[in-house]
C-alpha cells in the first residue's frame, strides 16, 4: 500500500460524510419529540415480516424448558442462543460437518437440520449432559489423553457422535469407526487421535 | 431463512387440508418431516415458502415384512430400514443404498418417504447466486448445461434441465418395482414408484406427479428371488458422505449359473431413478462372464447424451453394471 491512490481517499472521504450523516438522522429521528411515536414504529414494521411465534417444550440433558421461538429456530439455535448451552457448536449450519451433533432419545443427530418446534418430547443429550457431575464420560477422558483435538471447535460434535458410534457397535476396526465417524469434519486433521479415542473408550466398554 | 408459518396439524385429514405442495419448486406451502434437506433448502433461500406443514408424529413409520413383500412407513428413518433383519437379509439392495447414502446423523432424521422427495444436488439449483435455473425460478434459463457438470444426467434430460436425481434408495427401489401409497384431498392411490416421477421436459421445478395436498404414506416391496440376491454398487469422489457420481442396484434369479431374471437400475447418470430394461432383457439366459455382461450393459448408453464434464458417465455407467452383476452373481 505505498502507492497513494487519491480516487480510493475520495471515496473513503465521501463513506465518512454519508456515516455521519446517518448518524445524524437516527439523532433527529429519536428526538424527544418523535419518541413514542417512532418506538412504537419500529416494533410493528418488523412484526409484519417477522413469523408468528411457537411455544415449544425442549427436554435438554433431563431438563424441561418452555420458549417462545420463532419457527425458523432450528434445535441448534434453540440450545445456544436460548438456553446458552454453547458447547453444541455451529460450523456449516447445513448438515455437512457435525459440530452441532447431539443425542436425541439416544440417537445421533444433527442439530441444525432440526426445528426446535418439532422435537418437543425428545429427549435431548447435549455435551454438557454427558458428564456426570465431575467425572467425565470415558470418551471425554480417552480424547484428553489421546489428544484428539487441536482448535477443538468440532470436538463436542465429535464426542456426541463417537458415543453413539459405540454404543451402536460400530466401533470395531479403525475402518469401521472412519465409516460411522464420517458425519464429522475436523479441518485440523485430528482424525488419527480421533479413532484412538473412541477405540480406547469402545475397548473400557467392553471391559 | 424466508419468514413462514409453521402448521402442526393434529392428524392426517388437517394435514392435507393445508394443501402444501410437495415436489414443486414454486409452491407457497410445503411439508417437512425429518427436515435433513428442507432445512438446508430454507437456509440456502432455495425455497421460500409462507407456510410450513409439519408431518412430525402423523405417519405410520412401521416396516413390516410378510410372503407378500415389504411395507415401509414413510416416516421410518433411513436407519431404521437399514438397520431392519428383514430387509438386510430379503432385500439388501434397500438395505446397502441406505447405508452409502449420508451420514449416520442424517440417517437418524432423515425419512423414507423424504428421502424419496428430496431435491437434487445440482450446485446452481442450491445457489441463489446463480439467477438461472428452470428448476428453481421457472423460464430462468439452466446454467449447468454452460456450467461445470460433472455430477449431471446423461439419461432423461431435457434443454430445460441436467440435473441428477440425488437418492440412492430410489434407485434400489425402483429396480425392485417398489410402489408409492399416496393420500390425498381425493382419497389414496397406489403409483409404481417409476411412475411417481416425473422427468423435467419443460417443467423441471414439477418433480413429482403429486397434488396439492397430497403426500407418501408407505413404500411397497413385493418379494421376489431377486431381491434377495441383490446389491448395490455406487461409485463417488470421497468413500463415504458423498452422492453418487455413477450407481447401479441389481437384482438377480439365477438358473445354476445363467440368469434367468435381471432387475438394473441405475443412479447419478438419470434426472430420474434410471431403470435399464433393454439391459435386463439382454441379461437373460446369460452367464456371468465379463464379455457377455459388457454387451448387455453397453445398451444402458442408448439415448445417453452427456454435456460435456459429465462425458465419462455413459462409460462409466457400463462397467458399474458389469461389477455390481459379478459382485451380486458370486454370491450364493
Redesign the interface.
Given at each position: 500500500m505505498t502507492n497513494f491512490d487519491p480516487e480510493r481517499r475520495e471515496l473513503l472521504k465521501v463513506g465518512m460524510v454519508t456515516g455521519t450523516a446517518l448518524v445524524v438522522g437516527e439523532l433527529w429521528l429519536s428526538a424527544p419529540a418523535d419518541a413514542a411515536q417512532a418506538s412504537s414504529a419500529a416494533p410493528s414494521r418488523s412484526a409484519a415480516?417477522?413469523?408468528?411465534p411457537?411455544d415449544v417444550r425442549l427436554r435438554v440433558n433431563g431438563r424441561e424448558h418452555r420458549l417462545p421461538l420463532d419457527?425458523?429456530t432450528?434445535l441448534l439455535d434453540a440450545l445456544r442462543e436460548h438456553l446458552h448451552l454453547t458447547g453444541s457448536k455451529k460450523g456449516c449450519?447445513?448438515?455437512q460437518c457435525?459440530a452441532c451433533?447431539v443425542l436425541?432419545d439416544g440417537?445421533?443427530?444433527?442439530s441444525?437440520?432440526?426445528?426446535a418446534?418439532?422435537v418437543e418430547g425428545r429427549d435431548i443429550t447435549t455435551i454438557e449432559g454427558l458428564a456426570q457431575g465431575d467425572e467425565l464420560h470415558s470418551l471425554q477422558v480417552a480424547f484428553i489423553e489421546r489428544d484428539a483435538f487441536q482448535c477443538g471447535y468440532c470436538t463436542p460434535g465429535q464426542i456426541m457422535?463417537g458415543v453413539?458410534?459405540i454404543e451402536?457397535g460400530?466401533a470395531g476396526s479403525a475402518q469401521d469407526i472412519?465409516?460411522?465417524?464420517?458425519?464429522?469434519v475436523c479441518r485440523c486433521g485430528a482424525y488419527d487421535n480421533i479413532v484412538a479415542a473412541i477405540q480406547d473408550a469402545a475397548r473400557a466398554k467392553r471391559g | 431463512m424466508h419468514p413462514f408459518t409453521l402448521e402442526r396439524p393434529r392428524d392426517v385429514a388437517a394435514t392435507l387440508a393445508l394443501r402444501a405442495q410437495a415436489g414443486r419448486n414454486d409452491a407457497p406451502a410445503e411439508y417437512i418431516a425429518g427436515g435433513t434437506d428442507m432445512i438446508q433448502l430454507l437456509q440456502e433461500y432455495v425455497r421460500r415458502p409462507d407456510r410450513l406443514v409439519s408431518l412430525v408424529g402423523l405417519l405410520d413409520n412401521r416396516i413390516e415384512s410378510g410372503p407378500q413383500g415389504l411395507t415401509i412407513g414413510a416416516a421410518a428413518t433411513m436407519a431404521d430400514v437399514a438397520s431392519h433383519p428383514a430387509v438386510v437379509q430379503q432385500y439388501p439392495v434397500i438395505a446397502e443404498s441406505l447405508l452409502e447414502s449420508a451420514s449416520p446423523q442424517v440417517r437418524n432424521q432423515a425419512t423414507m418417504a423424504g428421502n424419496l422427495m428430496q431435491r437434487p444436488r445440482c450446485p446452481y439449483f442450491r445457489d441463489v447466486g446463480y439467477d438461472a435455473c428452470n428448476r428453481r425460478t421457472p423460464g430462468s434459463g439452466c446454467s449447468a448445461m454452460i456450467g461445470v457438470n460433472r455430477w449431471h444426467a446423461v439419461l432423461g434430460t431435457s434443454r430445460s434441465c441436467i440435473a441428477a436425481h440425488a437418492s440412492d434408495v430410489a434407485v434400489a427401489l425402483v429396480a425392485l418395482d417398489a410402489a408409492v401409497e399416496l393420500q390425498g384431498l381425493g382419497g389414496r392411490r397406489t403409483l409404481p414408484l417409476d411412475d411417481f416421477y416425473r422427468l423435467p421436459g419443460d417443467t423441471p421445478h414439477i418433480a413429482t406427479v403429486l397434488q396439492p395436498g397430497e403426500l407418501i404414506t408407505a413404500i411397497r416391496v413385493p418379494a421376489s428371488a431377486a431381491a434377495r440376491r441383490s446389491h448395490y454398487l455406487k461409485v463417488r469422489d470421497r468413500a463415504s458422505f458423498e452422492f453418487a457420481l455413477v450407481s447401479a442396484a441389481v437384482a438377480l434369479d439365477m438358473d445354476g449359473a445363467r440368469i434367468r431374471q435381471a432387475r438394473v437400475a441405475l443412479g447419478g447418470v438419470g434426472t430420474k431413478p434410471w431403470r435399464v430394461p433393454q439391459v435386463e432383457k439382454a441379461l437373460v439366459g446369460g452367464s456371468l462372464d465379463s464379455a457377455v455382461l459388457r454387451r448387455a450393459a453397453v445398451l444402458a448408453a442408448q439415448g445417453a447424451r452427456g454435456s460435456g464434464h459429465n462425458d465419462f458417465k455413459i462409460e462409466l455407467m457400463q462397467r458399474v453394471i458389469v461389477r455390481a452383476i459379478q459382485t451380486v452373481g458370486a454370491r450364493a
Amino acid at each position: 500500500m505505498t502507492n497513494f491512490d487519491p480516487e480510493r481517499r475520495e471515496l473513503l472521504k465521501v463513506g465518512m460524510v454519508t456515516g455521519t450523516a446517518l448518524v445524524v438522522g437516527e439523532l433527529w429521528l429519536s428526538a424527544p419529540a418523535d419518541a413514542a411515536q417512532a418506538s412504537s414504529a419500529a416494533p410493528s414494521r418488523s412484526a409484519a415480516s417477522a413469523p408468528i411465534p411457537v411455544d415449544v417444550r425442549l427436554r435438554v440433558n433431563g431438563r424441561e424448558h418452555r420458549l417462545p421461538l420463532d419457527p425458523r429456530t432450528t434445535l441448534l439455535d434453540a440450545l445456544r442462543e436460548h438456553l446458552h448451552l454453547t458447547g453444541s457448536k455451529k460450523g456449516c449450519g447445513l448438515g455437512q460437518c457435525g459440530a452441532c451433533t447431539v443425542l436425541m432419545d439416544g440417537k445421533r443427530v444433527k442439530s441444525c437440520l432440526s426445528l426446535a418446534a418439532l422435537v418437543e418430547g425428545r429427549d435431548i443429550t447435549t455435551i454438557e449432559g454427558l458428564a456426570q457431575g465431575d467425572e467425565l464420560h470415558s470418551l471425554q477422558v480417552a480424547f484428553i489423553e489421546r489428544d484428539a483435538f487441536q482448535c477443538g471447535y468440532c470436538t463436542p460434535g465429535q464426542i456426541m457422535a463417537g458415543v453413539a458410534c459405540i454404543e451402536e457397535g460400530h466401533a470395531g476396526s479403525a475402518q469401521d469407526i472412519r465409516g460411522w465417524m464420517s458425519g464429522n469434519v475436523c479441518r485440523c486433521g485430528a482424525y488419527d487421535n480421533i479413532v484412538a479415542a473412541i477405540q480406547d473408550a469402545a475397548r473400557a466398554k467392553r471391559g | 431463512m424466508h419468514p413462514f408459518t409453521l402448521e402442526r396439524p393434529r392428524d392426517v385429514a388437517a394435514t392435507l387440508a393445508l394443501r402444501a405442495q410437495a415436489g414443486r419448486n414454486d409452491a407457497p406451502a410445503e411439508y417437512i418431516a425429518g427436515g435433513t434437506d428442507m432445512i438446508q433448502l430454507l437456509q440456502e433461500y432455495v425455497r421460500r415458502p409462507d407456510r410450513l406443514v409439519s408431518l412430525v408424529g402423523l405417519l405410520d413409520n412401521r416396516i413390516e415384512s410378510g410372503p407378500q413383500g415389504l411395507t415401509i412407513g414413510a416416516a421410518a428413518t433411513m436407519a431404521d430400514v437399514a438397520s431392519h433383519p428383514a430387509v438386510v437379509q430379503q432385500y439388501p439392495v434397500i438395505a446397502e443404498s441406505l447405508l452409502e447414502s449420508a451420514s449416520p446423523q442424517v440417517r437418524n432424521q432423515a425419512t423414507m418417504a423424504g428421502n424419496l422427495m428430496q431435491r437434487p444436488r445440482c450446485p446452481y439449483f442450491r445457489d441463489v447466486g446463480y439467477d438461472a435455473c428452470n428448476r428453481r425460478t421457472p423460464g430462468s434459463g439452466c446454467s449447468a448445461m454452460i456450467g461445470v457438470n460433472r455430477w449431471h444426467a446423461v439419461l432423461g434430460t431435457s434443454r430445460s434441465c441436467i440435473a441428477a436425481h440425488a437418492s440412492d434408495v430410489a434407485v434400489a427401489l425402483v429396480a425392485l418395482d417398489a410402489a408409492v401409497e399416496l393420500q390425498g384431498l381425493g382419497g389414496r392411490r397406489t403409483l409404481p414408484l417409476d411412475d411417481f416421477y416425473r422427468l423435467p421436459g419443460d417443467t423441471p421445478h414439477i418433480a413429482t406427479v403429486l397434488q396439492p395436498g397430497e403426500l407418501i404414506t408407505a413404500i411397497r416391496v413385493p418379494a421376489s428371488a431377486a431381491a434377495r440376491r441383490s446389491h448395490y454398487l455406487k461409485v463417488r469422489d470421497r468413500a463415504s458422505f458423498e452422492f453418487a457420481l455413477v450407481s447401479a442396484a441389481v437384482a438377480l434369479d439365477m438358473d445354476g449359473a445363467r440368469i434367468r431374471q435381471a432387475r438394473v437400475a441405475l443412479g447419478g447418470v438419470g434426472t430420474k431413478p434410471w431403470r435399464v430394461p433393454q439391459v435386463e432383457k439382454a441379461l437373460v439366459g446369460g452367464s456371468l462372464d465379463s464379455a457377455v455382461l459388457r454387451r448387455a450393459a453397453v445398451l444402458a448408453a442408448q439415448g445417453a447424451r452427456g454435456s460435456g464434464h459429465n462425458d465419462f458417465k455413459i462409460e462409466l455407467m457400463q462397467r458399474v453394471i458389469v461389477r455390481a452383476i459379478q459382485t451380486v452373481g458370486a454370491r450364493a
